[in-house]
């Protein structure tokens, strides 16, 4: 079958989504050439989803003297525009500013986007940039559902796309450290880590009254394929986190980065044995959050037990540190944040301790360091990255199971490769979304 070019690929695409032919995100094709990136080449990037985190993505990749950005995406007039003139001003050139990043993917120049819109829209969004013939850096959670995040691991692979997941503690060099560390075996036999998330912001506040939708801002296309709900600032741009349409409050948007942490030091590369959840809405009952304020998820192995809990509108916690993480051995405990991570002996009877007490800092430079990594890979194709859409499918998967446990109250055991529980089959319901038409769920 000849090769279809991404431009050709996309003037068809789009004259069918427009004549109605097709969802608008089933922008899927198996064969769309890619411009191959040589050593001196420049890297076109564009970003969608301004903000915040994008906007710190992007300023990272712009670091790099050999990445250009030609576009950027935002539904937010304000933040699009004002976006736009930082990147002129480091630049000296206007990038293209698209409010609807179905255009943006029809440049024929992009090489990657950058993806930092809420979650809800992660997955529409990587897929079609995948079938688009663009490399991805996705942040996280990779997805607001599990069935999601299947899809999106597919498309990467059927479209052969080089992919990150912004959990860039993976690249960090303090973790890489207690990676090693855990792998020595110093810490004895570890049969149980404890991860905690702590922050005020998981309680937000009191609600406010729906509001008109602010000038500039295309509110239909933020809340795309979620449950349409009249405007309301407490569910809109940051705190969007706490409502389930677009989020799963702390415990997916810690969840993933410190789980994460854990996956990878006890090799972890499967879903748990068997779920238990519980959480509400305790601490706060009248503030304006869908998530749970309080929680506690247990995942059981077969030798090993991971525990998460999180408790929002406070910032205290175990060991003086509001999030962390305890691998709790025989030999001694080891606690870690990121800013760094140190072991508490165990002691003998005869006050000898059984590990030495060791404390190792941060330098800081996980996210340069992760960015980097994505630069590299896209030049060699290689598509084993820091945190591949595999590693982030995983640990998102298991942040939604806590969700989904805590909100079924149900005892959960759930097949992977069927794609269902066969424990708790009740809760199969909190699966998959039912996308708001025109939108699509993808299928790949
Ligand atoms: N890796 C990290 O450490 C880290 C830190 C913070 C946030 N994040 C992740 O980054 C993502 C964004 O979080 P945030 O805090 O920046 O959120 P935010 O609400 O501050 O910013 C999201 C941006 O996306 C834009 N947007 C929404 N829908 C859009 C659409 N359809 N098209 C184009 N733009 C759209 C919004 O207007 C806004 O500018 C989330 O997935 C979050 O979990 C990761």
């Given at each position: ?224 394929p979620a449950k349409l709900r009249p405007f309301n600032q407490q ?210």
């Open positions: 079958m000849a090769m279809i070019t991404r431009r050709d690929f996309l003037k068809t695409s789009a004259t069918a989504v427009a004549a109605g032919l097709v969802a608008p995100s089933a922008l899927g094709f198996p064969e769309v050439e890619h411009r191959i990136i040589g050593a001196n080449d420049r890297i076109n990037v564009g970003l969608i989803g301004c903000r915040n985190m994008g906007w710190g993505n992007l300023s990272d990749f712009l670091l790099h003297k050999e990445v250009d950005c030609l576009a950027l995406c935002d539904i937010d007039q304000g933040i699009l525009n004002n976006r736009g003139s930082e990147v002129e001003k480091k630049l000296n050139h206007k990038p293209h500013l698209f409010s609807d990043y179905r255009k943006m993917l029809e440049m024929k120049d992009l090489d990657a986007v950058i993806i930092g819109t809420p979650d809800h829209w992660h997955c529409l969004m990587f897929t079609d940039a995948c079938s688009a013939g663009m490399d991805v850096y996705e942040e996280k959670p990779i997805a607001n559902y599990i069935a999601e995040c299947d899809e999106m691991v597919k498309a990467a692979k059927r479209y052969k796309r080089v992919t990150i997941v912004g959990q860039q503690q993976r690249s960090g060099k303090h973790w890489k450290a207690m990676i090693d560390y855990l792998n020595s075996g110093k810490l004895g036999k570890i049969a149980r880590a404890d991860v905690w998330a702590n922050f005020n912001y998981g309680a937000l506040g009191k609600p406010i009254p729906d509001s008109l939708v602010p000038e500039g801002v295309d509110y239909e296309m933020w809340q795309g569910h809109f741009h940051g705190s969007w986190r706490m409502f389930w349409s677009y989020g799963g409050g702390l415990m997916t948007d810690w969840g993933v980065h410190l789980l994460d942490m854990v996956l990878w030091g006890m090799n972890i590369k499967t879903l748990p044995k068997r779920i238990v959840g519980v959480g509400g809405k305790f601490a706060f009952p009248d503030n304006c959050p869908e998530t749970f304020d309080t929680q506690s998820v247990v995942y059981e192995f077969d030798s090993f037990l991971m525990h998460w809990s999180h408790t929002g509108g406070v910032e205290t916690g175990p060991y003086n540190r509001n999030y962390g993480i305890a691998f709790k051995g025989t030999n001694g405990t080891l606690v870690a944040d990121r800013n760094n991570w140190e072991v508490i002996p165990e002691y003998d009877s005869d006050k000898k301790p059984r590990v030495e007490a060791t404390k190792t800092i941060s330098d800081d430079s996980d996210h340069q360091l992760h960015v980097s990594n994505f630069i590299e890979c896209m030049k060699t194709r290689t598509f084993d990255t820091a945190c591949t859409i595999e590693n982030g499918s995983l640990c998102a998967k298991y942040a939604h199971l806590g969700n989904i446990a805590a909100r079924s109250g149900l005892t959960l055991v759930y097949d992977d490769q069927k794609h269902s529980f066969t424990t708790g089959k009740e809760a199969n319901s909190y699966l998959m979304p039912k996308y708001r038409r025109p939108w699509a769920f993808p299928s790949y």
